[in-house]
């Protein structure tokens, strides 16, 4: 949630966000269900890519955000794919849902953006279609809920529905549901410092020394 400003030092929110993959990997492969508040990493991450998709004009010039934007919605598929066998409770998944529809524009308008460049001569071009192929489930998610629960709001005369209500229409929606099953979600690059990081930890070490 922090450092969002123009001078993006996208290297770190790749580390950080590839911390994040390789944990819920490991959760995965291990069956580990911690009590943890899942929606305060949704919401990091929703927060992440409306930023991404705010700053395009000036970030996509200068750096490659689509392939950070793939990062995350990845992350996103393993939870819709995969995490019956690390969320704490079958409840979790209804407030995952409810919360890609909640911010629903956020995805629709990060969807535009990497077709867009997936389209063009770009440097970014094949990372742009990545994060385009990669958003196919959140999408299935959207369409297939968003429109059960415009025609519940029609029915009921309701502008404001409460969560319980949508929570509700998702768990009803659940089976007529069409989900494709992606492949290699939990593979991730093996993280080495050397060449990229070797000078700084080098520094890092003899500071140290002469510190003591």
């Not at 200068?62 to 992350?75: A, D, E, S, Y």
């Not at 077709?115 to 279609?129: N, V």
């Not at 069409?178 to 050397?194: A, I």
């Not at 990081?197 to 003591?212: D, G, K, L, P, Q």
Request: glycine fraction near 2%.
């Amino acid at each position: 949630m922090s450092h969002m400003s123009k001078v993006f030092p996208i290297e770190l929110y790749t580390l950080a966000v590839g911390i994040i993959h390789r944990i819920l990997c490991y959760q995965k492969s291990y069956r580990v269900r911690s009590d943890y508040n899942w929606k305060t990493l949704w919401s990091s991450l929703i927060t992440l890519l409306k930023f991404l998709h705010t700053n395009e004009a000036h970030l996509a010039k200068k750096m490659n955000i689509f392939h950070l934007g793939l990062q995350v919605i990845n992350i996103f598929n393993l939870f819709i794919t995969y995490g019956d066998t690390f969320l704490p409770s079958p409840s979790c998944y209804d407030e995952l849902y409810y919360e890609i529809i909640r911010v629903h524009v956020i995805f629709d308008t990060l969807y535009s953006m990497a077709f867009k460049h997936s389209t063009i001569d770009s440097s970014f071009k094949h990372s742009a279609l990545l994060l385009t192929n990669s958003l196919i489930n959140v999408r299935a998610i959207i369409n297939h809920l968003a429109p059960k629960i415009d025609a519940w709001l029609a029915k009921q005369a309701l502008s404001t529905p409460s969560e319980d209500q949508i929570l509700e229409i998702v768990r009803a929606n659940y089976d007529s549901l069409t989900l494709k099953l992606q492949d290699n979600l939990d593979q991730f690059e093996r993280y080495s410092e050397n060449p990229k990081h070797i000078s700084f930890f080098t520094y890092m070490a003899r500071n140290e020394a002469n510190v003591n």
